[in-house]
């Protein structure tokens, strides 16, 4: 069964620091993988996508993949308050019949401290 | 632009009572998906369509049906509501075969008494 782990926190980290999310995945045929945020009461929101090893930035965010580590990160660079939420990582894969996934991590709920 | 959309936002059943929860997206995505979300359960699949006119079960299916009534719509249904379904549902939708990532709708908090 493929299976995205994550620590469920809760993370705490001051405003203005860098903020390290991690994620292992279990399948090795997983090709891409994507960060969502989740704010309490509300739906998933992707902010990160990243599909090759090494980082990826856009804005205060980088992705990172290790692919023969198969582990996954996030870091958010100059947190803050508003960044307080739950994320989510998830790796797409195949699933069979034709269809691709995505499995969902159990998501590390991270609180910026003003 | 809409994107995913959900009805209804708050819905409280009796245990035993049918309802349908209803999805539908504006993306002209091929693929749709129901999850459930639970404390501590993280997003759970219930079921998804990879394409209009096909359907399969996720993860968790026992106790749900649903239509893939045509491209934009897909529902949800439940024919005896039981407490261990009170839960947040949400739909998504992506593009088959690809790796954008999924739209999700706002959810549909339900309640079972």
């Known amino acids: 069964q493929k299976e995205v782990e994550q620590n469920s926190g809760p993370l705490s980290v001051p405003e203005g620091a860098i903020a390290s999310l991690n994620c292992t995945y279990s399948?090795?045929?997983?090709?891409?993988f994507f960060w969502y945020r989740q704010y309490s009461g509300k739906s998933p929101e992707l902010i990160m996508s990243?599909?090759?090893?090494g980082d990826k930035e856009d804005g205060r965010f980088t992705a990172q993949l290790n692919k023969a580590s198969q582990y996954v990160s996030l870091l958010i660079r100059d947190s803050q308050p508003s960044d307080s939420a739950t994320y989510l990582c998830?790796?797409?894969?195949?699933?069979?019949?034709?269809?691709?996934?995505?499995?969902f991590g159990k998501g590390t709920k991270l609180s910026v401290i003003p | 632009n809409a994107g995913v959309t959900q009805t209804p936002k708050f819905q409280v059943l009796k245990t035993g009572q049918s309802m349908t929860l209803q999805c539908a997206q504006d993306?002209?995505?091929?693929?749709m998906y129901w999850y459930r979300q639970d404390p501590g359960m993280g997003l759970r699949l219930i079921y998804y369509?990879?394409?209009?006119?096909?359907?399969d079960k996720g993860e968790v299916p026992n106790g749900y049906n649903v239509s893939r009534l045509n491209k934009r719509e897909f529902s949800l249904r439940l024919e005896s509501a039981a407490p261990s379904q009170t839960s947040v549902y949400f739909c998504?939708?992506?593009?088959?075969?690809?790796?954008?990532?999924?739209?999700f709708g706002s959810g549909t908090r339900l309640t079972v008494v």
């Open positions: 369509s990879a394409s209009e006119g096909t359907t």
């Open positions: 998830a790796a797409f894969a195949y699933s069979g019949a034709g269809s691709y996934q995505l499995t």
């Open positions: 399948d090795r045929g997983s090709q891409s």
């Open positions: 993306m002209n995505h091929n693929s």
């Open positions: 998504a939708s992506s593009e088959q075969g690809t790796a954008y990532g999924y739209t």
């Open positions: 990243i599909y090759s090893n």
